[in-house]
């Protein structure tokens, strides 16, 4: 333990303060130094940036609220917000979806549950960058092909062309590397569940559906809370999968908020586009904040 108590003569415990070990000083200033450094200090720096005409280097003047004016005017920023929100709120529902099912069927009792679970949760470990590159090519020549030899017209042409399909290619792709670490949280809450209970609602005569609605989704609404915010989080700064499979396209149709951002950078709008991160980053934090008081007391397991 790192703070403990210091015992008065007489046996009782002291009144005063807990003494902090030393060590946990040597753990945790060094982690704070870096956070501040590495993380604070640059978040500062750039949101009083996001006030001036900087473009990174050399010299610049404030400009006030400039900036976020631009922002709120341009349709572009507009077109991405729009975008990454609709693209996580239907990422999230499908990546949940599927991985809740996918953990009730992988803790059942059939062969080769935990041989499969492995296989499951390959995705995870490869890269988004990788992996977009490589459903780029099988959604740009091997579906295009299959869909001719079977004459299915709609997909004959690369979806990723299409400015009012390309966004499915990258809920896709998105969900398909992102299922596998929502899967093994949905099996460590469907596996906390007791048997007991399970052969208790079976002696009652519950269905199986029934188990799953009153048993199975309540027991595990902890996990479910935790992967609906971690998922909506990552979501919200999708980038390297969009890079690579559209890199935005067509034209700004796929375009996130993390890529205007980034892109802005490079193109010379430093302060544009920390004035754009400062908005996004309050946006995340008040879309957080509404998670948790909408999921308060839901989350204990």
Known sequence: MAITSLPTP???RSSHRPRVEPV????????????TLAITVPAVMGIVLSFTNSVGFGEFRFTGLTNYIAVFSDPAIL??????????????VLVNLIAFLLAIALTAKIRARVSLRAVFVIPMVISGIVIAYVFSYLFANSLPAAATALGFAPLEQSILANPSLAWVAVVIVTAWQAIPSALLIYIAGVLSIPS???EAAALDGASPWRQLRSITVPLTAGYIVINVIIGFKNFMNAYDIILGLTNGGPGTATTSVAMSIFSGFTNGDYSYQMANATIFFVIAVVIALLQLR???GRTAF
């Open 79 to 92: 077109h991405a917000y729009g975008f990454t929100l609709w693209f996580s709120l239907v990422t999230v």
């Open 10 to 12: 007489g046996g009782s």
């Open 24 to 35: 946990f000083h040597l753990f945790l200033w060094p982690t704070v130094a870096l956070f």
């Open 196 to 198: 007991d209970v399970y």
């Open 294 to 296: 909408a999921t308060r």
